[in-house]
């Protein structure tokens, strides 16, 4: 468990340390067959959250690497896709979702560049090639930076034993990484702004140091639904690239928004009063990271607070993410290592 987790300092973003955790783990056995989902199974079907959006939900499933969720507007001129996910199986069910809408894509809003998000941008555009990318400019950084690392180190795994599929897994990954340009937006954003996309109106906002270096999050007035994209996640929030103080920040920002309903880039959409009970357990989270207290209180008190929210497989992913962040990203020589010099 410990090799696999130095090994994956990389492949721990949204959700691949456990997903590696797991595998290696000896009480569970060893090499568990990472083909059989531990945690969900079926996609959840499509679902309308209001006139003219749907959602389609992305997928935590144990030994793989997630999808985030996708919110499907119907816009005058064509649809437009909030977060493209990153599995074959996740982009098959956002087209068949589109196809529904009688409209081809016209655009593609992306929250940020973590691969569960972005990587559907490339198929996406070869099949609509007019199709707008509307996104922060932060992914040319990754693709130099952080996804280049876990690129070669995608490359250094694969010289080493694993079982085929996860072999398979990797290579797909480092094909999603080489997709490079077509995974750039065509219509950067640059800061908050009121845009006109395929003939709707959406309010863009900008977080350049929150949970990726450039966390694009989306208002449609319309609606009243607000695309929150990784600033609020269920089971847990996602620590792997984030400043967690300018992330608290961001979610003011958020809350400052007179929203309905609030879609997270992972898990149900919220209601403005689960909003609210997210950042004060986010605050509860940071503070107890910060304190001398036993890492599994810090974690068992998040998780108390969304009991009767999440399902049991919700709960054990929550917690080993948890497990993960506390011990090595809140806390020790990490901590900080993606906020700006000044805070
Ligand atoms: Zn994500």
Sequence with gaps: MLRSLAMSGLLSITGLTVANTALADPSTGGAQDHTQPATETDPKPPRRIASGLTLLRGRFVAGEQPDGNSVLI???????????????????????????????????????????????????????????????????????????????????ALQGDAPPAQKSAWQAEMARIDSGPRLLPTHPVRGDETRRIAGRELQLFLEPDAVSGGDLWAFDPESRILLAGDLVTLPAPLFDTACPARWRRALDRLRAIDFEHLVPGHGAPLTRSDVDRYVTAFDALLTCAASEQDATHCRDAWLSEWHERLSAEDKALGAQLLDYYLGQVLRGEAAGRYCPAVA
């Design 74 to 156: 119907d816009a005058p001129e064509g649809v437009i896709v909030f977060d493209s996910g990153r599995h074959p199986a996740h982009l098959e069910r956002l087209l068949a979702t589109a196809r529904s809408a009688g409209k081809p894509i016209a655009a593609i809003l992306n929250s940020h560049w973590h691969l569960d998000h972005v990587s559907g941008n490339a198929p996406l555009r070869e099949r609509f090639p007019n199709a707008e990318v509307h996104a922060s400019t932060a992914i040319e950084g990754a693709l130099t930076g952080f996804l280049a690392t876990y690129r070669s180190q995608l490359e250094q």
